[in-house]
């Protein structure tokens, strides 16, 4: 009867239109999920980025700060030096005489264990 | 009995609503989870690549540090280096000055005979072999011909032993030696250098810790110095 057919009829397009909504429902689920890939590399990469500048900010902190060691170090070997000049200046005098006095002084002796041969 | 027309719709557009109800609900469900799932992975990506980026970004910082170490201790070593090479300038200087001063003191004739006396008869009285030669510079040749003949008698008196000195015709000290004498024994196998260079040499050799104090003052690294 063509009612029965038609009633079939219906129902079997129902049944196709629900699977059609579960489909397309599927395909956004496979979408959502790509989605959420995609912004969390962009929001991955904002943060790379944030990090990067302020280790470049560091970097370049502890570079200055290298430059202005070096400064002190030299400037405290310079002082160093002169206190050495100055040190050498006021003692040499003295120390040399002290070393010219005991090149000169020869003392001839024989050796404490030496005997005189029979 | 068959069921008439309007049941039949009826049964049908129940069915019909049913369907669809179903359909909905379970795509909601679908669409619930796929949020879910959403969230989920979103957030799990990000942890994991945060912590990686931590991770590189910590490395790299310590990196850094040790570079900055590095470079401090070598600037340091440097310093030290060069402090030290000033040290040594002075020291050279010193021995320098010594030397002229030596020279300008054996100008005087009579105290270089002194010591040119006292030198011979030490490196004599060390050597203490039977035949002996004495080598000078060419122009203390005569002074020291002379004086091995004050010096022998001595020698034997000190030792008592019998000795040969002979002064060396040949071969003479360079001409621009401070002073002193060589002294060698018989076949010139042993050597005794008495010249007052190397007698300056030996001496500043061995006082040196003493010199570098006179000099620069006490170094507070050292533990042991006596």
Redesign the interface.
Known sequence: MT??SQ?IH??LQ??K???D??E???K??AK??K???D???V??DQ??MQ??K??RM??SK?MGS?GS??EE??E??RE??RG??G??SR??E???T???S???D??????AN?R??D | MALN?IE??KR?KH??AF??Q???E??EE??A???E???I??VR??QT??MK??EY?EK??KQ??QQ?KI??SS??N??RL??LA??HD?VS??MN??KV??IR?VENPE?YQG?LY??M??S???L?EPVMIVRCRPQDHLLVEAIVQKVTPEYMK????QVKIQVDREVHLPMNTVGGVEVYSGNYRIMISNT?ES??DL??EQ?MPE?RK????INPNRKFFL
């Open positions: 009612s029965q009633g219906q129902l129902a049944e239109r629900a699977k909504k579960l397309e429902a599927k956004r689920k959502r999920i989605q959420a890939k912004e969390a590399m929001e991955i943060y790379r990090k990067d302020e280790f560091k970097q502890v290298q060691t070096s170090m030299e405290q070997t160093a030096i050495l000049r040190s050498y003692c040499a003295g120390v040399l002290q070393v010219l005991m090149v000169c020869v003392q001839p002796e024989l050796h030496y005189a041969a | 027309d039949v719709q049908i069915m019909l369907i669809e179903e359909a909905n379970k795509v679908i669409d989870k796929s949020e799932e959403f969230n992975e979103k990506l990000m690549q945060r980026i931590i970004y790299k910082e850094i540090e900055k470079y401090i600037i340091r440097q310093a060069k402090v000033a040290q002075l200087e010193l000055d010594m001063k030596l003191l105290v010591l006292k030198l008869l030490q004599l009285l060390r203490l000190v030792s008592q032993k007052l007698r300056m001496i500043a006082k010199i006179a000099l620069f003052g």
